[in-house]
């Protein structure tokens, strides 16, 4: 007897997405995305949020702890954070348009029933969200698209991307299909992660220079 693979073995979410569809359409679909095994273990689907006409795009990583939860990109506090960067480098957060390159959580637990541990995707993982990705890009159209840290970067950029050495540039790359300029910075947890008050000041100020060249190449 043939045996009937579940839709996440094929780990894409092309069949998911909906042709033609605007920002909330698709963000009814991905509720229902089984595209890759993320889907069993995370509480919920967390799309892309903010200006569907947006100048800038922000790709994080996935969702973290408190965005699995909410429903919400970049609501905990490495959002805040960012939040902060943002403004301070001259961008409106309000004005941007924030999502990840994965839209579930990935997580591991030391025990059972504690606190949810962050896992990095593979790029199998990234790989079967790209369509997600490629849709919102499709939409939105920004003029830049910040990159925050590696594994977005990779996702967007394929496996050799290095953030630590682009930081802080202007890229112009094709990214699905579409002509884009990019601007790679650390993903704002690593500035949380820093071990001590002068670390984590200076991991904060060169997250704020590389949103400052964001901010002057948009003008």
């Not at 890009?137 to 003029?143: F, G, K």
Request: some cysteine.
């Amino acid at each position: 007897m043939a045996v009937t693979k579940a839709p996440e073995d094929a780990y894409t979410a092309e069949p998911f997405v909906p042709d033609g569809a605007d920002l909330s359409a698709l963000r009814r679909a991905a509720a229902g995305c089984r595209g890759c095994p993320l889907h069993r273990d995370a509480t919920q689907t967390v799309f892309g949020a903010g200006d569907a006409h947006a100048r800038v795009m922000l790709v994080g990583e996935q969702p973290g702890d408190q965005e699995d939860r909410q429903g919400k990109p970049f609501v905990g506090p490495a959002g805040k954070l960012l939040d902060k960067a943002l403004a301070e480098a001259g961008i409106d957060p309000g004005e941007a348009y924030v999502t990840n390159a994965v839209k579930h959580f990935k997580f591991t637990r030391a025990e059972p029933r504690k606190r949810r541990i962050h896992k990095a995707p593979s790029l199998r993982e990234m790989t079967a969200c790209g369509p997600w990705l490629a849709a919102e890009l499709a939409i939105v159209e920004p003029e830049l698209i910040v990159i925050l840290g590696a594994t977005a970067g990779k996702a967007l950029l394929g496996s050799s991307f290095r953030v630590g050495q682009v930081r802080g540039t202007v890229l112009e790359r094709e990214i699905h299909g579409r002509p884009e300029r990019l601007v790679p910075t650390v993903h704002p947890s690593s500035v949380l992660r820093s071990q001590d008050d002068a670390d984590r000041k200076a991991a904060y100020q060169g997250l704020v220079a590389d949103l400052t060249v964001a901010a002057r190449t948009l003008g």
